[in-house]
């Protein structure tokens, strides 16, 4: 019963940098991880010329019928999204907290080269860490 | 009259007194410059143990000087020429200016007579690290290893110092390890002294 199906990060030109599955419906597999960002990384980049407000950001959340898309943007580009359950609450406050395991674990990773995918021990075990807090604070709610 | 009553401004950095300064720097501040200090010395070698020489190094420099200051400002200029005295003041007196806290723990060898051993759960410099599955058993803390030889040799006692992973049971983390084996004359002149 998880509230979250899956993370992904995208660096500031579109390509997928991670990729995290949660839930068991809808695996998929690499390829079609990749074209799933990049679809997302265009949709966002669309949406902001779209928008009939000035100043517009991009997508922050996408509600379907049977899930919710959270997308956290940051300043330089990098998007955190997360495809969730209809109705999860507090995926931003989840999505800020990975940016900061973003920010602490992967950037200050000597061995970690911009733009790449992630492959940093740290980041992995915290941000189990922080998922599980998260589904532990959701069910005990 | 202009200048009456203005502070004395020192011309020479030098003439200023040696104060305490600021007890904190930012974590993060640190772990950039560090990882820059990693990535700059990967670009300048072929192999891993050559960068593990080039931090092991740049943390001998950190040392010598770290000792000069903590024999001035922590202990009153006073010389330590036990064996069991410098170790306690690296472990100690070192590690809590440097790190914040002192060293989890102080070991003897158990198979030959000149080794000891400091440990920790994670060394600070490793806190934000993540070694690659390629690199082996290179440690970023060979730049911890580098302090410890330096106030060591500064101080009078050489040893070869090194920093270890060991795994442990029970942890997803291996903890690390700074071996420190003695010179010969330093083990000589310890027998000497009773």
Excluded at chain 2, 11 to 39: C, H, I, M, P, T
Excluded at chain 2, 54 to 80: F, I, M, P, T
Aim: aromatic share 10%; with cysteine.
């Amino acid at each position: 019963m998880a509230a979250i199906y899956s993370l992904y990060i995208i660096n500031k030109s579109g390509g997928l940098i991670f990729y995290k599955d949660y839930g068991s419906a809808g695996r998929m597999d690499t390829n079609d991880s990749l074209r799933v960002a990049s679809l997302w990384h265009s949709m966002h980049a669309i949406s902001q010329q779209l928008s009939p407000t000035v100043g517009c950001s991009g997508i922050e959340l996408l509600e379907a019928d049977t899930f919710d898309l959270h997308c956290f943007q940051s300043l330089t580009g990098t998007k955190f999204f997360v495809v969730c359950e209809p109705g999860t609450q507090h995926m931003e406050v989840l999505l800020t907290v990975i940016y900061e395991l973003y920010t602490d674990y992967v950037l200050k990773n000597p061995f970690y080269e911009m733009e790449m995918p992630i492959r940093c021990e740290l980041f992995d075990i915290n941000l189990t860490q922080a998922i599980q807090k998260d589904r532990v604070a959701l069910l005990g709610r | 009259m202009i200048g009456v009553g203005k502070i004395k401004q020192y011309s020479n950095v030098l003439d200023r007194s040696l104060s305490k300064g600021k007890q904190e720097v930012s974590l993060s501040a640190f772990a950039f410059l560090f990882s820059e200090l990693v990535q700059y010395n990967q670009t300048q070698v072929d192999n891993i143990s050559e960068l593990e020489r080039r931090l092991e190094d740049a943390g001998y420099a950190v040392g010598a000087r770290v000792l000069e200051l903590l024999c001035h400002r922590e202990k009153g200029n006073r010389r330590e020429t036990r064996l069991l005295g410098i170790l306690s003041f690296v472990h100690s007196t070192v590690w809590k200016v440097l790190f914040g806290k002192v060293a989890d723990s102080l070991e003897k060898g158990t198979e030959h007579e000149d080794e000891y051993m400091i440990s920790e759960k994670e060394l600070l410099v490793n806190r934000f690290i993540s070694i690659p599955k390629d690199m082996g058993t290179f440690n970023c803390g060979a730049f911890v290893a580098g302090i410890v030889r330096g106030v060591l040799d500064g101080a009078g006692f050489p040893a070869v110092v090194t920093a270890h992973f060991v795994p442990m049971e029970g942890q997803q983390r291996p903890r690390t390890t700074i071996l420190i084996k003695f010179a010969e004359e330093v083990l000589r002149r310890e027998a000497r002294l009773g």
